[in-house]
């Protein structure tokens, strides 16, 4: 069986899920290959022809179309019967890799595609994540209802998306698998940290500086902190359209001096990071189950997140951190007092988020599972996954 992964770009710094599933399952002995609108080649890895400039692209379309007529005539002649030269050229990777199967990595990539299944003969399998139900499509009347009509199976992060998919219009009866991320649990977890001794309590957030990220909530929380009088450091890793915003909250906070903003960050500064914190802090107004949340805790870190999407799925209130109520930045400051006033429960914490993660979140998990529904999905009919 042949696996397509569909994204936009590869290889993506804030989508290292799709990489080190692709590598997984290829590791597992899969067919399996990427096919991205941008980014660089490699092994298995397909990047679409160029769009721009436009007469780059229609330089380069008799090309295309004359690789796909090799490697897919049948197709290929489907396209070109239907007079879709253009979409041809757009498509061309995803058609000369013949797959079996077309996994979009995100139900918004999915939008106004879903003719592949008809014309390269395949089934096509989509994911939705925060992004594509909490956002898209929102002002569009029956945005997804071609894909659930047409999908052969649907891949939610979390059971808040999967009940979110069926009021976008999804059927409930449609066949569908609700597997949480993975992470490296080994790498993350492989971070020492050293006892906190007399110094200030150090927080840490990893996220894109986006509204959805709700670091207004969290500035908020540690001015409380350090109004009640407890010492604070607080590092926030991640860029984004709303540095600004979140610099002037900080400013207006008056907590210069105890937050930094350290900007866009790769694994090994992530993980560094995250061995320098004593709790992690996450306020997201709305999430899909967030990647950033699950290395913290492979790492040992207590965490204190809000309630948003599928947090409460990710953090087992009271035994891995604490989960409150989304914007309530005196909630969390309370969490907050109480992890940093108590060591031994910071300890506790941060190993039943270890062994949580390497039980329900390691890449073997997640590949083994990815396996299954593949396989289900290459069948003439899929039976319904809860």
Known sequence: MKIVLVVSEYPAVSETFVAAKFRGLVEAGWDVEVAAGRGRREKRVRVAWPHRPRWLAAALLPAAAARCLWAAPRTTLRYLARGWLRRLYLD??????????VHFEFGALAVGRMYLAELAGCKIVVSFRGFDLNHAGLDVAGYYDEVWERVAAVHCLSRDLWEKAQRRGCPAGKAHAILSPAIDTEYFGGVTRAPAGDRPVRLVSVGRLEWTKGYEYALEAVAALRASGMPVDYRIVGAGEHLEA?????HQLGLEDCVKLIGAAGRERVRAELEWADIFLHTAVTEGFCNAVIEAQASGLPVVTSD???????VED???????????PRATAEKLMRLAQDPAMRERMGQAGRE???????LPVHVRAFQDFYERAGQPDLARRA
């Open 308 to 314: 948003a999407g599928g947090l409460p799925e990710n």
């Open 92 to 101: 061309a990777e995803i058609v000369a890799a013949r797959p079996d199967v």
């Open 246 to 250: 979140v610099a002037f909250c900080r």
């Open 356 to 362: 949580r993660a390497r039980r329900c979140f390691s």
């Open 318 to 328: 009271g035994v891995t951190g604490f989960v409150v109520q989304r914007r309530d």
